[in-house]
């Protein structure tokens, strides 16, 4: 996994404004979640009183909690998220406070197009993608996405579909495994570490987020004078986005988000690696210049019209939010808003 993700980085933007603590922004928050960049996301955002919002990465709630404060009396929001943990923290924490203006709903965001209406969301003001993973799942020893929290291989979102990611482990060829690292994870020992994966499990299958970071470590160390990131960060990655077909659902997600928007309405993307950030780049570029004909037909033919227009290209943490906040450091927001049909 990239720190910086993206290939922007001369046009990026940075906000340097006052960060504050969760409660200078009225905002009660869970110890140990921060949600990332959070005062820029309300600002492009801006979510109005009255309006009809969606988080779909719901994660701890804290960017929800802030958007419904921004929407008060009546403003309403959609909270999704695949983790059902997810929903049910949230759920305790503020629906006393919100009441029926915050409605949630266990789904993955692939489904949006369908969850939304369903809903009552079927024009909304504003939509949030988040795409990180939040500190709890993080913290979570029994769900193995966190390297130094251990725990059962199993980093589905959802767990009661898929396989975990411990069985791909146990399955897959040194092959396909060097080639899920390299597509999902980037990773420059892929091969390597496959090998010694395949090689391992003739003893005991690798089973726990332990025995993967220590074997990582033991075959690919990385560089000397580069061990801010554990040298197992790319594996932990790719195995997730695989397990979790993340890159298939955020591409799905973000079509669906287009048509739910109303004209006016903001789209916002948080990501946090090159892989997702090249996706809403893409996908925001393109829905910004509509037509998709090859350049040598001289007139437009499939008939597409632009549906976005770029509020921003790129917007990163600025030092204040970094020394409270060191998750932010690569996230990457991205805005767009839609255009009249």
Known sequence: MHDEPG???PHHMRFQGPIGTANE????????????????VLTLLAPASGSLQIDATLGGGGHTERILGATNPDGRLLGLDADGAAIARVRERLAAKFGDRLVLRQANFRELGSVAPAAG???VDGLLFDLGLSSFQL???????????GGPLDMRFDTSHGVPASELLATLDARELAALFRRYGEEPQAGRIARAIVDARRTAPVSTAEELAALVQRVAPGRPG????????RVFQALRIAVNEELDALAAGLAAAVDLLRPGGRLVVLSYHSLEDRIVKRFMETERKGCICPPAVPICVCG???RLRLITKSVTAGQAE?????RARSARLRAAERTAA
């Open 25 to 40: 922004q009225g905002v009660e928050m869970e110890q140990g979640h921060l949600p990332v960049l959070a005062e820029e």
């Open 139 to 149: 913290a979570d020893a029994g769900r193995g996405f966190g390297i130094r929290t």
């Open 304 to 306: 597409r019209s632009p």
């Open 121 to 123: 969301f079927d024009s």
């Open 226 to 233: 580069h061990r801010r990131i554990h040298p197992a960060t």
């Open 7 to 9: 290939r922007d980085r």
């Open 322 to 326: 970094l020394a409270v906040n060191p």
